[in-house]
């Protein structure tokens, strides 16, 4: 896993629990060309964050998740 996925997963164990890898690894292969997480690059963190607003959003309340890609935002 490289250093920036790591990074991203940390933060959103926080917000999503043990679910957070799965979630990340969805958004990134769902929305970024089949990227997978563990190959998380520096440059791709706008992006994430951007989908991770949105999906997050579906799933914990929508504060946190604005929360949660800021926080992921700030990695970039």
């Known amino acids: ?3 920036v996925s790591q990074q ?4 959103a ?8 890898e799965r979630f ?3 958004q990134t292969k769902a ?3 089949n990227l997978p997480f563990a190959d998380l690059k520096r440059s791709d963190i706008p992006t994430l964050a951007s989908w991770v607003r949105t999906s ?3 799933i914990i309340d ?3 998740a604005e929360e949660l890609a800021e926080r992921i ?4």
Do not use: C, F, N, W
């Open 1 to 3: 896993m490289s250093q």
């Open 8 to 11: 991203v997963l940390d933060i």
């Open 13 to 20: 164990v926080q917000y999503l629990g043990p679910a957070a």
């Open 24 to 26: 990340l690894e969805r």
């Open 31 to 33: 929305h970024m060309d």
């Open 56 to 58: 997050a959003a579906l």
């Open 62 to 64: 929508k504060k946190k």
């Open 73 to 76: 935002s700030r990695l970039g």
